[in-house]
């Protein structure tokens, strides 16, 4: 990998011989485990300024209509986020000269608040070809990390690590971008709706206007109680279908009337059967709403272009020939991309030796890539399957994994929350969602905690479970994979980024950071971890206790505004005015722990919340607890779907009711 400077610049062709579509991840991490970023990108002309607000993309407006831009979305690292972007170079406007890849952060944090900024930039196999990192961040709260631009047909990319103090409008601002802080309603209803009561579609106004950013003014201006206002997005002319939070009453005489659906579920028996329909159901979605094939494929390093698939196809491979589950084609520009699918469902588990003879099938024919779609979340350091890869041929093929959690979440942020280009395409996302949660499907996400996790649950019970034991790792493996499909389901259903925390540094080798976290989980049976959400006003932590069989969410808030401290407990409590009577309020003082009690005893007693020595409230721990399941289970059922209840509960709850500084819109 190319390392950069700060003002070099190199020719990507120089680095790879496909560059034509490329990714490009902005990292950072913070030893907090609160500090985050968004990425934005502009496409400027020859004069360094945008045609028009639509070449303007952030997180309410993530993807360009002709592919060549599309935001990918965070991924949790080992030690921070990852924020990744789609650039298909080849369908970039010929008008366009440079883009430019930025940041910002909001709520008045800078930069200089984050660790280990750095971008880099992989060709469309996953091959990293250039890295720049940068340390002189320090009061800016918005920074450009790098750029694309054109040289003689060629495309190169300068690295300048340059921040504005005056944030993403600031940066907008310079580059022609024009700015209304106002809010505004982002929504309105259409009449067009599909034949189901409950798939009515709404879409947001359609004149054109300025992008809507959300200024720190707005945001401090509110009161604590006060709900957070919806900012102006970005306008443009082509109007997006988002389906109603609420459905439209049903027509239907009892409940034992079901709707009729484009993807009935309830006679699949068989795993066969569960796969074969699973995969012909994602693939004929995807191929027909290029919104969201394109959002699953961008990331594999597919072009921008013309989409088709297959499924059961026989391909030769000496004396048997193999049949893949599925077949995905995309054609730009005459040339095609094309991955082999490969598909479990119900929780059974990838073969290596399938998934080996898929990539070697895939590099002989020339295709780019193998995807394997399952139950499993994939994790850093940790692959579900492991191939060898004949470095004797020229032809690379990459393998790439999706989970069925991601594939619902995509849809889910698709038709709730960004919208797609048509109510067709809304209905349709809306009948995928529906067939992959579907209790037949088998495609419900991540589905138990493993063959060691019984065992380890004895060996705490009997204190028996000493550290190094490999099983203690492979629990904490399962339940990184439980905590990244919880973000996945949470931020589908807010519309707001979910990430699990990570606190280690750097560097830090994945396989090390399990042992050790197994290791603190043979000595005190606990299960921690964190999840920061976007419009909250802190970290959701999760702990599972193994030898009590408790589940506690909790989360940490700085005291309420006021003169008193009597003010601040008063206030508080009238924030959790909806919040069950059986959360845990404590108080924290610095240098240990303060008073702590039940809403139902500290409701008529506020005082009860304050210091009996005076010591200075430096805030409140929230906290529910809940009895977990007892046996594997599945999403439906046990362990995982007692977590499930527990983080649902306590954000709908509780969280939800809390203030936060600034909540960023959703389009």
């Not at 400077?5 to 990714?23: E, F």
């Not at 004949?390 to 038709?415: C, N, P």
């Amino acid at each position: 990998m190319h390392e950069m400077a700060k003002g070099s610049n190199v020719g990507l062709a120089a680095l790879s011989d496909d560059a034509g579509a490329v990714v490009v991840s902005l990292c950072w991490s913070s030893a907090s485990g609160d500090g985050d970023a968004d990425v934005s990108v502009l496409l400027l002309d020859d004069n360094g300024k945008v045609r028009d607000d639509a070449d303007f993309f952030f997180y309410n407006n993530p993807a360009a209509q002709d592919g060549s831009v599309q935001l990918l979305g965070k991924q949790p690292t080992d030690n921070g986020s990852e924020d990744r972007i789609s650039l298909d170079l080849t369908a970039v406007p010929q008008d366009v000269q440079r883009i430019v890849v930025a940041a910002s952060q909001y709520g008045g944090s800078t930069f200089g608040d984050l660790d280990d900024l750095r971008v880099t930039v992989t060709d469309r196999t996953g091959e990293a070809l250039l890295g720049f990192s940068i340390s002189d961040a320090s009061v800016e709260s918005a920074f450009i990390f790098g750029e694309l631009y054109r040289r003689a047909e060629e495309w190169k990319f300068r690295a300048i690590g340059q921040g504005y103090e005056t944030g993403l409008a600031g940066l907008a601002t310079d580059f022609g971008i024009a700015v209304d802080d106002e809010s505004a309603d982002a929504a309105e209803e259409v009449a067009a709706a599909p034949p189901e009561p409950e798939s009515a579609v709404q879409a947001p106004s359609a004149a054109a206007g300025p992008v809507g950013i959300p200024s720190q003014a707005d945001a401090t201006s509110r009161t604590p109680d006060a709900p957070a206002a919806r900012a102006r997005g970005p306008r443009t002319a082509k109007k997006k279908v988002t389906l109603p939070k609420a459905p439209k009453q049903s027509l239907a005489e009892n409940d034992s009337w079901k709707h009729a659906r484009l993807f009935p579920a309830p006679s699949l028996k068989s795993d066969k059967e569960r796969e074969l329909r699973a995969t012909s159901v994602l693939l004929s979605v995807m191929t027909e709403v290029p919104e969201f094939g394109r959002r699953l494929t961008a990331g594999f390093g597919a072009p921008a272009g013309r989409m088709q698939s297959f499924v059961e196809v026989t391909l030769p491979h000496g004396d048997a020939p193999k049949r893949p589950d599925g077949v995905i084609r995309v054609e730009r520009a005459g040339k095609l991309w094309t991955a082999l699918i490969e598909t479990k469902t119900n929780g059974n588990p990838l073969k290596a030796d399938q998934v080996q003879n898929y990539m070697d099938i895939a590099a002989r024919r020339g295709y780019e890539a193998v995807i394997t779609l399952s139950n499993d979340v994939a994790l850093e350091g940790s692959p579900l399957v492991d191939i060898k890869t004949d470095g004797r041929r020229k032809h690379k093929v990459t393998l790439w994994h999706l989970s069925w959690a991601e594939v619902a979440h995509q849809a889910q942020m698709l038709i709730r929350h960004e919208g797609v280009g048509n109510g067709a395409h809304a209905w349709l996302l809306h009948e995928l969602l529906h067939y992959l949660q579907h209790e037949n499907s088998g495609c419900h996400g991540f589905q138990n905690m493993g063959p060691a996790w019984v065992p380890v649950r004895n060996g705490i019970d009997t204190e028996t479970l000493c550290q190094g034991d490999q099983r203690a790792v492979e629990v904490v493996e399962s339940w990184e994979q439980l905590i990244r499909q919880v973000c996945l389901r949470l931020g589908g259903e807010l519309g707001q980024k979910a990430l699990p925390v990570q606190r280690a540094k750097r560097g830090t080798d994945p396989h090390s950071r399990r042992v050790a976290l197994a290791d603190r989980l043979c000595e005190d049976g606990r299960l921690t971890a964190e999840l920061r959400i976007d419009g909250t006003p802190g970290v959701l932590a999760i702990v599972a206790d193994l030898r009590t069989g408790k589940l506690r969410t909790s989360i940490d808030i700085e005291p309420p505004e006021g003169s008193y401290p009597l003010t601040s407990a008063k206030r508080l409590l009238r924030l959790l005015n909806e919040a069950p009577a059986d959360l845990h309020v404590e108080t924290l003082v610095e240098g240990g722990n303060g008073p702590r009690g039940t809403l139902e005893r500290l409701r008529p007693e506020p005082a009860d919340l304050l210091p009996k020595d005076g010591s200075r409230i430096a805030g409140f721990r929230l906290s529910l607890f809940k009895g977990m399941g007892a046996t594997r289970g599945s999403a439906e059922s046990g362990f995982i779907r007692s977590v499930d209840d527990a983080v649902d509960r306590f954000h709908a709850n509780v969280v939800a009711h809390l203030p936060t500084l600034e909540r960023r819109p959703a389009s």
